[in-house]
């Protein structure tokens, strides 16, 4: 390949990666803005990019592993005195809403790790009944 193909070929890969890290961090503002969690996953997600380029990017994976630890920021208070319009109810709607999607996030990771522990007892009694030459019965 000749030096000028080369030169090109970097100048491109370069502008791809400058593009993906903008996406990934236009995807962390409405993540962080929606109150939605950020982590590799929603971020990728989002930003259509792949978990390898937010690892391999020290910047991006350091902002993400901050985030991930971090509390959802609460919606700033508005300037605008309390009424009764369209905006005061939507207010307290999306508010219902995100302490529903927390509670509903917290209600499934609870019912995951139970299920594990189940999983897991499960496993601890086929193994015993195997050692005792049994068969489990299936209903």
């Given amino acids: 390949m000749t030096d ?3 030169e090109r070929l970097t100048a491109v890969a370069r502008k791809r990666s400058k593009e993906k ?3 990934a961090e236009a995807a962390i503002r409405k993540l962080r803005k929606s109150g ?3 982590n590799f996953f929603t971020v990728a997600r989002e930003a259509g990019v792949s978990h390898t380029f937010l690892y391999d990017n020290n910047e991006l994976r350091q902002r993400i592993e901050h985030l991930r630890h971090a509390r959802p920021p609460r919606h700033a208070p508005t300037d605008k005195p309390a009424g009764t319009g369209e905006d005061n109810i939507v207010a307290v709607l999306t508010q219902q809403l ?3 999607k927390t509670r509903h996030r917290e209600e499934v990771l ?6 594990e522990r ?3 007892e ?3 009694l086929r193994r015993q009944l195997a050692q005792h030459g049994l068969t489990p019965v299936v209903e």
């Fill in 110 to 115: 609870a019912l995951r790790q139970a299920l």
């Fill in 118 to 120: 189940a999983l897991g």
């Fill in 21 to 23: 890290a903008q996406a």
């Fill in 4 to 6: 000028e193909r080369v």
């Fill in 36 to 38: 939605e969690p950020v």
């Fill in 122 to 124: 499960n496993l601890v």
């Fill in 98 to 100: 995100d302490v529903l």
